[in-house]
C-alpha cells in the first residue's frame, strides 16, 4: 500500500501529536474479505476527456485512459490507469488492483442495489475525481453480505477525492464515505446524507478543500484509528463544511486539528471531540448539546488531554442543562483568535486554564481570566489577562 503524499500541513500536525500518552493495542485490524462484480474492464482506449494530473504523486499521463458507460452489470477494474465513468448503473464499480486507478466521475449514477456503490478491495492509492461541470449520484444498498463493507463509498487502502465538480452520496446502510487507512478531500461539492456516520478515514482523514454538506444520523466526520500511535487523526486546512448530526461532529481517536477553511455545526451533541485538540484558525461554529468542544480520553490516548486555541474565530452556542462550551478533561490553553461563546457552563478544565493572547468573549462580555466551571470545583485558575 502506498502511504499519501500528504500536504506540509497534515505532516505538521502529525508531530503535534502529545507524547507520554497511554496505549492500549488489542491486536486487531483484519482487512474485509473482497467481494466480486459482474463484469471487468481492462482496455486501454484513448480517452478525449481531460485527464491532467490529479492528486495521488502519479503521473497519469504516463498511464492509459478508458472511457466506461456504465451499464447494470457493473464494473471490476483491475488495471492501473484512468477510468472515465458516465451513464447509469445499479451494480457496484469495484478496484481490485495492485497499481494507480483513477475514477473520473463525469454525469454518473451508481445506485447500488447489492453492497457499497463504489469499493475499493486494493489499489495502490485509489483517486475519485469529479469531472468539471458534472453531476454525481452514489447510493448503496441497505442490506449487504458482508457488513464490515460499511460506506456508500469504501476503500480498503488509501482514497482521495479531487475535482470541481459535484458529488451528491446517500448512505442507506451505514456511513457515506468510508476510508480503512487514509482518507484526503482536497475539491468538490459533496453532499453526505447518511444513516450512520457521514465520512470516516481510520488512519487520518484530511480535508483541504471543498464545499462539503454532511447530514448524518450519527457522526458527522471522524478518524478512528485507536490502536495505533500517530494515527487517527482529522486535519482541516481548508474547505467550507457544514454538519448536521444525531451525535457527535467532528471526532477523532487522538487529534483533531483545524488549521483554515469554514466549519458550521448546526446541530451536534458533542461538537468537536478528541483527546487533542488544536485550532490554528479557520471559522468554527458550534451548536451542541453536550459539549461544543471536548477534550476526551480515547482508547488510546488516556493522558495529556487539551484545548489549544492558537487562531481562528470561533462561536460556540451550547444547550440548556448540564452543557460545556469548552469542556477539555486535561488543560485548557487560549493564545490567539476570537471565541464567543454562549451558554450556562462555557468553561471546564481539569487541569491548567492559560489565556495568554486572542479575545474570549463570555455571554456577551469580554473576559481576561478564564472562568472554570468545573463541577465540584477544582482545576488551576485561569492564567493572566490578554497580552496587548
Known amino acids: 500500500m502506498k502511504r499519501l503524499a500528504l500536504t506540509a500541513t497534515a505532516l505538521f500536525t502529525a508531530g503535534l501529536l502529545v507524547t507520554g500518552c497511554a496505549v492500549t493495542l488489542d491486536g486487531s485490524g483484519d482487512e474485509p474479505a473482497t467481494t466480486s462484480s459482474t463484469s471487468t ?17 502519479v503521473d497519469w499521463s504516463q498511464l492509459p485512459t478508458t472511457d466506461v458507460v456504465l451499464t447494470d452489470e457493473g464494473l471490476t477494474i483491475t488495471e492501473a490507469g484512468t477510468y472515465v465513468l458516465s451513464g447509469s448503473t445499479t451494480g457496484s ?25 463504489i469499493q475499493v478491495d486494493s489499489a495502490e492509492v485509489t483517486v475519485i475525481e469529479l469531472a468539471e461541470g458534472s453531476s454525481n449520484v452514489v447510493s448503496d444498498a441497505s442490506t449487504r453480505s458482508d457488513e464490515e463493507i460499511d460506506g456508500a463509498i469504501y476503500s480498503a487502502d488509501d482514497l482521495i477525492i479531487t475535482g470541481s465538480g459535484a458529488l451528491e452520496v446517500t448512505a442507506n446502510f451505514a456511513d457515506g464515505i468510508v476510508g480503512k487507512d487514509d482518507l484526503l478531500i482536497e475539491s468538490g461539492t459533496i453532499t453526505v446524507s447518511s444513516v450512520d456516520d457521514g465520512i470516516r478515514g481510520k488512519d487520518s482523514l484530511i480535508i483541504e478543500g471543498g464545499t462539503i454538506s454532511i447530514d448524518a444520523e450519527g457522526d458527522g466526520m471522524k478518524s478512528t484509528n485507536d490502536t495505533e500511535v500517530g494515527e487517527g487523526r482529522l486535519v482541516v486546512s481548508g474547505g467550507d463544511i457544514t454538519i448536521s448530526t444525531g451525535d ?20 451536534s451533541v458533542e461538537g468537536i471531540e478528541a483527546p487533542v485538540i488544536v485550532i490554528d484558525g479557520g471559522e468554527i461554529s458550534v451548536n451542541a448539546s453536550d459539549d461544543g468542544l471536548n477534550a476526551a480520553a ?16 470561533i462561536t460556540v452556542v451550547m444547550g440548556a442543562g448540564d452543557t460545556d462550551g469548552f469542556d477539555s478533561n486535561g488543560d485548557l490553553t487560549i493564545t490567539g483568535g476570537t471565541i464567543d461563546v454562549t451558554g450556562q457552563s462555557t468553561f471546564d478544565f481539569d487541569g491548567t486554564g492559560t489565556l495568554e493572547g486572542g479575545t474570549v468573549i463570555v455571554n456577551g462580555e469580554q473576559i481576561t481570566t478564564l472562568p472554570n466551571q468545573m463541577m465540584g470545583g477544582g482545576g488551576a485558575g485561569g492564567g493572566g489577562g490578554p497580552r496587548p
Open 41 to 57: 474492464v481492462e482496455s486501454t482506449a484513448t480517452s478525449t476527456a481531460d485527464t491532467s494530473a490529479a492528486s495521488g504523486d
Open 298 to 313: 480515547s482508547a488510546i490516548v488516556t493522558s495529556g488531554l487539551s484545548i489549544t486555541v492558537n487562531g481562528g474565530d
Open 93 to 117: 464499480v469495484v478496484v481490485d488492483s495492485d497499481a494507480e486507478v483513477r475514477i473520473i466521475l463525469d454525469g454518473a449514477a451508481i445506485e447500488s442495489a447489492d453492497g457499497a456503490a
Open 248 to 267: 457527535d461532529a467532528v471526532k477523532a481517536e487522538q487529534q483533531v486539528t483545524i488549521a483554515g477553511g469554514s466549519i458550521d455545526i448546526v446541530t
